[in-house]
């Protein structure tokens, strides 16, 4: 198994010897048995002092009118009632409370799909002070002091690590000086587009709409709006009412992808989601990511040994694109683990993670 807290493993534990049906998995989650992880958990795991409410008020207070205002927000924050909504202020409560990348980057998942972005000139430059143990005006004063740089439309085909190169090079800088130059003779290869997400998503849509062979798509079979129909749609319901969703449901319907947003991001107008990679995932079995097709169902293999070496797999690429690693007290996370654990060669992981959204969204099924 791998490493995890006591109540991550319990779910892992859950999901791999419980034998639940996809009806009964649907079930556990619909009524919150789940052990959610939540912004608030996080927040008090990286910085675990009785002092967290005062510091972050008196941080935020400085640029807030009222103090009263700033504490309410970040007593939201701890509690779990309004998690930040801005990379900004998560970026500020790292600094607030003197934190290193590492729990940036955790606290960051928490609010979207990516950690730092050291593609975004703005992101790199406060990851550089923080590292180095300024202050939040610094880096703020710094960073006003550098030329603007372009959001340049990135290649569609993209194999290098751009990303890497830049938070390799930013770790080179000793000094500000050093920053400033290394910054300015690399202004051309800054974005806010995610590189690596986009490589995955290229390889994994390209084996969808053209099946046939898997190889360079020279004419595609499938169009985006029947890639979503036949493999992604998944029994998840349309539309965008989630009122009369429970908190697990909302959580695994948010962001779900349509044809719109497939479209968008393959010509570059939309971040990939990680959400979405995670799907691709599934839905392909990983074909086509490694030189050497792997066999998931090989009989020498347990089921443990199958569900970690797909563990692993996926947390390479997550890590790989600057994303948060699986999480099985995330509701969707624990999702992906559940279809991966089949022990069915005959049986996709698709169909078994579809068949429980079915009963998930399904009130007479569930």
């Not at 709409?209 to 493999?231: F, K, L």
């Not at 699986?326 to 624990?334: G, Q």
Request: with cysteine.
């Amino acid at each position: 198994m791998p490493e995890l807290t006591v109540a991550s493993a319990a779910e892992y534990d859950k999901i791999l010897h419980r034998k639940m049906t996809p009806a009964i998995a649907a079930k556990y989650l619909r009524e919150g048995r789940i052990v959610l992880r939540t912004f608030g958990d996080v927040l008090r795991e990286v910085y675990p002092s009785p002092d967290i409410l005062s510091r972050l008020t008196d941080f935020f207070a400085d640029s807030s009118s009222s103090r009263a205002s700033a504490q309410r927000k970040v007593r939201n924050w701890i509690e779990d009632k309004h998690p930040p909504q801005s990379r900004g202020d998560v970026f500020k409560i790292a600094f607030a409370l003197g934190l290193d990348e590492a729990s940036l980057n955790h606290l960051l998942g928490m609010c979207g799909d990516y950690g730092i972005q050291y593609r975004d000139g703005r992101e790199l430059v406060f990851a550089w002070h923080l590292r180095h143990g300024m202050s939040y005006s610094e880096a703020s004063e710094f960073y006003a002091s550098l030329p603007p740089w372009q959001d340049a439309e990135p290649a569609k085909n993209v194999t290098s690590q751009i990303t890497q190169q830049l938070q390799f090079l930013s770790l080179q800088a000793v000094t500000q000086e050093q920053l400033r130059a290394m910054y300015i003779s690399n202004l051309s290869k800054f974005g806010k587009m995610h590189l690596r997400a986009y490589f995955y998503f290229d390889k994994f849509f390209n084996i969808l709409i053209n099946p046939s062979d898997g190889g360079p798509v020279r004419e595609e079979t499938y169009s985006a709006e029947t890639v979503m129909d036949v493999y992604l749609s998944m029994h998840m319901p349309s539309g965008k009412n989630f009122g009369s969703y429970t908190l697990i449901q909302k959580l695994i319907k948010k962001n779900w992808p349509n044809a719109t947003s497939l479209k968008n991001i393959r010509n570059r107008k939309e971040d990939v989601s990680r959400k979405l990679l995670l799907l691709l995932y599934v839905v392909t079995e990983n074909e086509g990511m490694v030189e050497d097709k792997y066999d998931f169902f090989d009989d020498a293999l347990t089921l443990e040994q199958r569900v970690e070496d797909h563990w692993y797999s996926i947390n390479a690429m997550l890590n790989d694109c600057g994303m948060t690693p699986l999480d099985p007290r995330n509701a969707f996370d624990w999702l992906i683990l559940y279809a991966v654990s089949t022990t069915d060669e005959d049986a996709p992981m698709s169909d078994r993670l579809a068949e429980v959204i079915k009963y998930m969204f399904d009130d007479e099924g569930a």
